[in-house]
């Protein structure tokens, strides 16, 4: 479960700065509260220059706060985030419409792809604003033809938000508890026994474990997408092309799985070959990985996807290929 601030519910609407800290005020005890039950909520950096009121934006208006109010503002979204742009899972080229606007590169857009791709996420909207409603119905168009519509829960007062957390499964608080609950959850990938253990001595960072398990959804998930021949699905090809290939730059979104190049093959060719979970006393070597960026986290995994063997899930933990 993931929180996105949806950035379109900040428009200029509000009359005068007092409405407006009432309004933020809302969305940071809705942060607090998310992180007391150990979930971040994600923003985008374009926030904190948002148009406010008619005649003032973002900038220019949080001068008006007391100091400490202003100071814990800007540092959740200019400094520490987490920003789901860093690591945004749909591209500029994807096209998204709600509302009867387009909100591809926003968090609705974001949101909504990573529903319909199987990866919970939320919204938490400014109020007032027009977005007081939930679920938000989204549609995905592709080469101008409704492809498929999806629901994205949104949130705009603390105590709804409240209620939906305290129905939420046990939070992930730590690098064991990730370990613990993987296994279990994740039943079509296969852990090697010290797969967690380069996480330890290392802090705990709540949206990168979030990430992580995001990843490990999707594998788990492209899995199931192979026939008994051990040939890609229709849903299977869908997930290659919008997971496993794409490059920085393209259209807004990387590939969030892909092969180390030719150059790290070589030169980390002992670091990226494992203990094989599968086949005691033999060599595993997985060059493929998923990837976090705050801070640089990776999964190394088997590839090709196989018929006849699950996915094996090696090492989860720092940056192997650094120079």
Request: glycine residues 6%; hydrophobic residues 35%.
């Amino acid at each position: 479960m993931g929180f996105l601030v949806n950035d379109l519910s900040l428009y200029g609407q509000y009359p005068d700065a007092q409405s407006f800290q009432e309004a933020i005020g809302r969305l940071m005890k809705m942060k607090e509260t998310a992180r007391r039950f150990g979930k971040d909520i994600f923003c985008h950096r374009k926030v904190a220059f948002a148009q406010v009121t008619s005649s003032l934006s973002f900038p220019q208006i949080i001068q008006n706060f007391d100091r400490n109010k202003k100071h814990s503002i800007m540092q959740w979204l200019t400094r520490t985030g987490p920003f789901w742009e860093d690591e945004r899972m749909h591209g500029s080229d994807d096209y998204l419409m709600c509302l009867d606007e387009i909100v591809t590169d926003s968090a609705v857009g974001e949101a909504a792809w990573c529903c319909l791709n199987g990866i919970e996420r939320h919204l938490v909207s400014f109020s007032p604003s027009r977005w007081e409603m939930s679920p938000i119905s989204v549609d995905f168009f592709e080469d101008e033809e409704l492809k498929k519509r999806v629901a994205v829960n949104n949130f705009w007062e603390p105590s709804t938000l409240t209620a939906i957390l305290e129905k939420t499964p046990s939070q992930i608080d730590s690098w064991d508890r990730l370990r613990e609950m993987a296994a279990p959850r994740f039943s079509r990938l296969v852990f090697a026994d010290d797969a967690f253990t380069p996480l330890e001595g290392h802090p705990f960072v709540s949206g990168a474990a979030q990430r992580l398990i995001s990843l490990l959804h999707t594998l788990d998930r492209f899995k199931t997408c192979h026939d008994d021949q051990g040939k890609r699905t229709k849903e299977g090809h869908e997930m290659y092309k919008n997971f496993f290939t794409g490059q920085k730059g393209d259209g807004g979104r990387g590939a969030h799985f892909k092969d180390s190049s030719d150059s790290e093959k070589a030169e980390f060719k002992e670091e990226m070959t494992f203990n094989h979970p599968g086949c005691p006393g033999k060599g595993l070597f997985c060059p493929w990985h998923g990837s976090t960026q705050t801070p640089q986290l990776r999964i190394h995994f088997s590839w090709p996807v196989k018929v006849d063997e699950p996915i094996y899930i090696v090492y989860v933990g720092p940056k192997i290929t650094k120079r």
